[in-house]
């Protein structure tokens, strides 16, 4: 998202300060050498630690899967509650308040969902946590598979309702660019650190969750109810997901606080990087970019929200008030709680900048729309 454009923009002068010349090569390779399998070592180290810390609180993950996540099966909401078949009388009609642009907003985020696979693979990738046999009766294997299985709800619904759509959805674009997303996968940077892993889903549960609530409110607002509670629904399970993946890392920070502001701290300089940001239909190379702006422009996901998500964490996780860091974690701490102002600002300015060089081709232009989406009819 924007957020992310500005971060690279701005670490840029930096990795041109970090060149160096030619002759100081040959000894900063080998430098670079020995100070490598070091920092492998560490790293071994530091991921050892962070998967003993995260298996030290069993009940609090047994108690997620019992109590945050909801009952399975017959118990559960599925898809057909939401969208039986045939659906509700009066459907074909709300959709026509609903815009192009919501319409791209929906259509991304059903095929970000859809790379589920892509998600759980992610997980699994997280030391200390793995589902080592697919079955695993370990409280992290559970919560990842109950997880997943609560996810995989929200790209079948969302499909389903643009299958019915079919009149305004190209559905054979859209399912294209599920396939390429999911061939492509996803690297969020968490390098096999739960910590950073579950940093990464506390700030990525929160954003799906305001996505999904906002398309939610302007599907209401355009009459269309259907899809309206359908959002709801989706919204409601980001919202106890994030809550789980919070209260995990409030698990790790009372128990390693440096080691936890330490991988934060890594977390946040790199960015928070969207899961769907190497979506590509087959024809527009940036496709990503510009579903980013239309769901910027109608106000689903702004760097506003980036700031806010940013800020919530530093709340909720009291680090304005931690105490008793070591090494670095105290810098690190204190760089933390900076952002969210400084995202807020940075915010600020793009929105203006955007205000300033509005051009006569805004995307609410339906010729332009259709160039860039393949999705649309
Ligand atoms: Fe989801
Ligand atoms: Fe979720």
Redesign the pocket.
Known sequence: MTPLFLFLFLLLPLSFAFRISPLSRPLFALQSTISRSSDSDQKIRTLQKHSEIINSFPTVVESAVNEVLLETGEKSWQPVDLLPYPPPEGFEEQMEGISDELLIVLIGDMIT?EALPTYQTLLNTFVGCEDTNGSTQTPWAKWSRGWTSE?NR?GDLLNRFLYLNSDRVDMRSVECTVQHLMTSGFNPGAEQDPYKGFIYTSFQERA?KISHGNVGKLASKAGAETLARICAY?AG??ARHEKAYQSFCTEILDRDPSGFITSMGEVMRAGISMPAEQMYDGVNLNLYSDFSNVAQDIGVYTAFDYSEIARHLVKIWELETLEGLEGGAEEEREFLCKLPERYRKLAERSAKKKEKHQTNVSHTDAKVLRQQFKWIK
């Open positions: 969902e996810e929200h799906t989706i399970d980001e």
